[in-house]
């Protein structure tokens, strides 16, 4: 399966964007979809991810502000993302995998990865 993920850009503190992951080749299926970020010269971190069987589960830092959906038939996840802050600005990553519930938001619970969307959030 190869993920791309699209949408990021630059938007001023409190805009939206809404970033995509689309998997070709396969459909994601009832894998597990997240999307991981990483600001330069920072780790990578778990933003969120939707599992049919799992859940959906956030991470504290952007609770209330972001949302993930899935839309099936399109064979795309999307994360919406509201109330941006300059933080926020890093590159978006997307990943699934048939990964386990204790796994969901840590990167090795996640065997594809797109090769993620830069977002910029202006102060």
């Known amino acids: 399966v190869q993920l791309q993920a699209f949408g990021g850009g630059l938007v001023q503190a409190g805009g939206s964007l809404r970033l995509s992951c689309t998997a070709s080749?396969?459909?994601?299926?009832?894998?597990?979809v997240a999307w991981f970020r990483q600001a330069p010269g920072k780790e990578r971190e778990f933003v969120a991810v939707?599992?049919?069987?799992?859940?959906?589960y956030y991470a504290d830092v952007i609770q209330g502000r972001f949302t993930i959906s899935r839309d099936n038939a399109k064979n795309t996840v999307y994360l919406q993302m509201d109330s941006l802050k300059p933080e926020d600005t890093a590159v978006y990553l997307c990943?699934?995998?048939?990964?386990?519930?204790?796994?969901?938001?840590?990167?090795?619970?996640?065997?594809?990865w797109g090769q993620g969307t830069e977002v910029t959030v202006s102060s």
């Open positions: 080749g396969h459909t994601f299926g009832n894998k597990a």
């Open positions: 939707t599992s049919r069987s799992r859940g959906t």
């Open positions: 990943a699934a995998g048939n990964t386990i519930y204790s796994a969901l938001k840590s990167e090795e619970g996640y065997t594809q």
